[in-house]
């Protein structure tokens, strides 16, 4: 590279392989050795699309009679290098070739020493890269210093060895080709990379080389190159070994000219890549396996609360994109603050190796949330110390377990109060102890009892037990269960018309639920309306109040549709036992005390007047010709005769002193 023969040797190389090729070929890119200036004829420079330095030869620091430290690092720097006469003309021809991305050559004088210029010859060219899509372009900048032929006429052809040592030792591949593809010229490293003889090489065409799916596109650029439409470029292409393998190569192309102008033959310059490949095929082979896992994996930087890496399925979960989701700060994702997390994240440093466990929720795009079981541990590196994060998305399995919870508090509250049932007498009592149990047991906010008035269709609160701040409301609770218009599609009404339970998972958008500014403000979401039915008939309401949307599934509406039935059993036995137990010492038709209380209370008279030292008497009355009254005016008739007969002596007597003992007798 320190002569001009170098020049097409490196044209197209990206920085990283050029600094290899400088350092592999016996300099150092940007390094300290010096050289006489006598050697330093040939100089490169890589710049970057903002003018920056990203690359020079060992060489230019000899040319330009300056230490490593004292090099200017971008073109405004150079340009105030330039003589003042010549400076206008170099700014116009970068801003100009940057403008139109064509290349340029021109000569102009540059300051070497307090009072010494020397003459330069400067040749710009854009370096293409296939992989680089951005739009930015870099230039190679090749300077020959021209002093000495422009003061003392053409240079002698001292350089060859030079230059044939360089294409010789060069770590890089050199190939010369002829503009149809023949191999013209090899060096040795180039023998080495394929493993072909240099004898055998001279007889193949590139396509004998280059893989099929890559042999289009060079092609394709070659033919740009010699159109003069193309720049210098650089692409990843395979190339087939003699034993049939393939290598991955980093080739750079550029095309030589003759003085006329004329192309005359390629340089390219092929750096091995295979084993970088190698890497990014395992990485992206890992990433790959990332992305289909079930777990969100994430990588963070606890210092910055900043996302380095996220798989697909945190994306697909979330409902971000991986750009989007970069951007966001995790404790956002979480659902925290940033004190809290950068707290957690203190905790899974301090545990090393164990790392943590935890159940948490976290947000969605949409807004929705979930539950997940994360796993973090830290890692260190030599930039210092990162957390990952595997997540793993719970949120069936915790709704499942909050509804075995549930289902668990519902059989509690039955066997609860199917004790009640067994051993509660009292109608009133039981309801009272239902909605105590309900509450305390089954977990519900609130829980009510309503008998209905069948005249008013009202259903009326009876008993009920809750939160202390909804107990006034619960005690006022009123609501119709009638079919006009306003209540027409209430759940209450659905009830009676269906029998059956009238249930709401998001009540306070359910245009049936009445009642939506109180259950908002006790944080009321599910409602569930249980009917009471005793002796075939709706005779009353239960209902249950939960803050949990979606509270009432399949299973526990079945669940509660057996704990009314068995309420409404127990209402209907125990309004039994106690319509046996009135029978059993009252007649039915008159209300008054049959034969057997009639005893039991003659006894008692008896006892009272042998105390009293009083007397007691005993009348019995018949009813005459009561067979008539049945036949001539029903015995519809005859009930009402027998009613009133009834009526009157428990007014004369007292309904105490007063029984029907047959039917037609009475004492």
């Not at 053409?154 to 040592?165: D, G, I, N």
């Not at 009540?507 to 049936?512: E, F, N, T, V, W």
């Not at 949990?548 to 599934?553: A, I, R, T, V």
Request: with cysteine.
């Amino acid at each position: 590279m320190e002569d001009i023969g170098a020049t097409a040797t490196i044209r197209g190389v990206s920085p990283q392989g050029w600094r290899k090729l400088a350092r592999d070929s016996g300099g150092a890119a940007n390094g300290p050795e010096k050289r006489p200036p006598s050697a330093a004829r040939v100089a490169h420079v890589v710049t970057g699309p903002g003018g920056e330095f990203l690359a020079w030869s060992d060489t230019l620091s000899a040319m330009i009679g300056r230490e490593t430290s004292a090099m200017p690092r971008t073109t405004r720097s150079w340009l105030e290098l330039a003589h003042p006469e010549d400076r206008r003309g170099l700014r116009r021809v970068a801003i100009e070739t940057a403008r139109t991305g064509k290349g340029a050559e021109l000569e102009y004088r540059l300051q070497r020493g307090p009072r010494d210029w020397l003459r330069l010859r400067h040749v710009m060219e854009p370096l293409v890269s296939e992989q680089d899509t951005s739009g930015a372009r870099r230039w190679l900048n090749t300077l020959q210093d021209v002093t000495e032929a422009t003061q003392a006429g053409p240079v002698l052809p001292a350089s060859a060895e030079q230059y044939r040592a360089t294409f010789e030792q060069a770590a890089v591949g050199i190939v010369h080709s002829s503009l149809e593809g023949e191999l013209q010229l090899v060096n040795r490293a180039f023998c080495l990379m394929t493993g072909y003889p240099r004898a055998e090489l001279a007889r193949l065409h590139i396509r004998d080389l280059t893989h099929p799916a890559d042999l289009e596109s060079s092609m394709e650029g070659r033919r740009k190159l010699i159109q003069g439409d193309g720049a210098p470029y650089e692409r990843e292409v395979r190339l087939r070994r003699k034993d049939g393998s393939y290598l991955w190569a980093l080739v750079a192309t550029s095309i030589v000219r003759a003085t006329t102008g004329r192309p005359t033959h390629f340089v390219t310059v092929l750096s091995d890549i295979s084993e970088r490949k190698r890497v990014e095929e395992e990485l992206n082979r890992f990433r790959a396996a990332m992305d289909v896992t079930v777990d969100s994996i994430f990588l963070s930087d606890p210092r910055t609360m900043r996302l380095l890496y996220v798989n697909d399925t945190a994306c697909r979960r979330l409902g971000y994109t991986r750009e989007q989701l970069l951007q966001k700060p995790p404790f956002e994702l979480l659902g925290k603050t940033r004190e809290q997390l950068g707290r957690e994240d203190e905790e899974v440093i301090a545990a090393a190796e164990r790392g943590t466990r935890t159940e948490t929720r976290y947000l969605r795009r949409d807004g929705s949330g979930g539950w997940t079981e994360l796993y973090r541990r830290a890692l260190s590196t030599e930039s210092g110390v990162l957390i990952v994060t595997i997540a793993r998305d719970i949120t069936e399995r915790r709704a499942q377990q909050e509804k075995i919870e549930r289902l668990n508090r519902v059989y509690a509250m039955l066997s609860g109060i199917n004790a009640a049932i067994v051993h509660i007498r009292d109608r009133d009592e039981l309801f009272r102890e239902c909605c105590r149990i309900a509450h305390e047991a089954g977990g519900f906010d609130a829980v009510s009892i309503h008998l209905i008035d069948p005249q008013k269709l009202i259903a009326e609160p009876l008993a009920w037990h809750g939160r202390q701040e909804m107990m006034e409301w619960l005690r006022q609770g009123r609501f119709s269960v009638g079919v006009e218009k306003s209540a027409a599609q209430s759940l209450p009404v659905e009830l009676i018309k269906t029998r059956r339970p009238a249930t709401t998972n998001d009540a306070l958008h359910d245009p049936r639920v009445q009642f939506k500014d109180a259950l908002a403000r006790f944080g009321i979401n599910s409602v569930a309306f249980l009917p009471l039915i005793v002796s075939d008939r709706v005779t009353g309401v239960m209902t249950m109040y939960s803050p949990l949307k979606g509270h009432f599934d399949e299973a526990e509406i079945r669940l509660l549709s057996g704990l009314a039935a068995d309420i409404s059993f127990a209402v209907e036995h125990l309004e039994k036992s106690e319509r046996a137990a009135y029978l059993a010492l009252y007649d039915e038709l008159t209300g008054l005390a049959n034969r057997q209380l009639l005893a039991e209370r003659l006894g008692q008279f008896i006892h009272v007047a042998r105390h009293a030292q009083a007397r007691l008497a005993l009348a019995l009355l018949d009813i005459e010709r009561l067979r008539s009254v049945n036949n001539s005016l029903g015995r519809r008739a005859g009930d009402a005769l027998l009613r009133q007969v009834g009526e009157r002596l428990a007014r004369a007597a007292g309904a105490t002193a007063t029984a029907r003992v047959a039917s037609n007798h009475f004492a």
